[in-house]
């Protein structure tokens, strides 16, 4: 199983809303990733995990929190959205710092939009 | 911090012809390097990726790349293309003194005319 599995595809909220995204790997890998993509641009690194540990904050505003209950679970809570949050969000795993063969795997992501 | 540069922002081309997408990234030490496609409405996937060893790589659906370390380049080529390669490309590095931060050019958006 080489599958990245983000829920929902889609997502419309409101400015006032609380949401979460989740995102599941099953391959064993010890470092999970959020990206925001925006349309015809590259994916922006936003969060790290690693070894269920926050390891990279790359000065993501607190209306956007990750959260690792496990090893192969990864969440992105959302509240107070603003409409510029609107991207495709996607989530990513690897085997690990130090581990040869450190490809990052893509979930299909999580289309976003901000009402 | 790594840098990537992407030189083409959109390739059209003809199905049949050859393709050479063009990579050079900015940092002062070592770095694995990776070429990555999204078909359309599909997710990332890697089409090859370069850590160490015979500079040119071969990856997935005949697309392969050279990693000329004098040049900071890692261009991406195929030599006849075909129709279901139309999708955006993208090149990516990350150093291997913090391999988890991974950064990604532009990209390239390639039309491949039937």
């Known amino acids: 199983d080489t599958e990245v599995t983000q829920t929902p595809k889609h997502l419309v909220m409101g400015m006032t809303n609380k949401k979460s995204l989740k995102c599941e790997q099953h391959m064993g890998h010890r470092a999970m990733y959020w990206y925001k993509q925006k349309a015809k641009k590259p994916p922006e690194l936003m969060f790290v995990y690693s070894y269920e540990k926050l390891s990279i904050n790359e000065s993501v505003p607190s209306r956007f929190s990750p959260e690792c209950p496990n090893s192969s679970l990864l969440n992105l809570h959302l509240h107070a959205l603003q409409p510029e949050d609107s991207a495709l969000y996607l989530c990513a795993s690897s085997q690990g710092r130090g581990q040869l063969n450190t490809e990052a795997f893509f979930g299909q992501g999580t289309r976003l939009t901000v009402v | 911090a790594q840098s990537v540069s992407q030189h083409n922002h959109h390739v059209i081309l003809s199905e049949a012809a050859s393709l050479e997408l063009g990579c050079n990234y900015s940092?002062?030490?070592?770095?694995?390097l990776f070429w990555y496609v999204q078909y359309p409405g599909q997710h990332l996937q890697l089409l090859l990726k370069y850590f160490s060893g015979d500079p040119l790589v071969k990856g997935i659906k005949g697309f392969e790349a050279e990693f000329i370390k004098s040049k900071f380049s890692f261009n991406l080529r195929k030599p006849s293309v075909q129709w279901s390669d139309t999708a955006e490309y993208f090149c990516?590095?990350?150093?291997?003194?913090?391999?988890?931060?991974?950064?990604f050019g532009a990209g390239t958006t390639v039309t491949v005319r039937a």
């Open positions: 940092y002062g030490g070592t770095v694995n």
């Open positions: 990516a590095v990350n150093p291997r003194s913090n391999d988890y931060k991974l950064s």
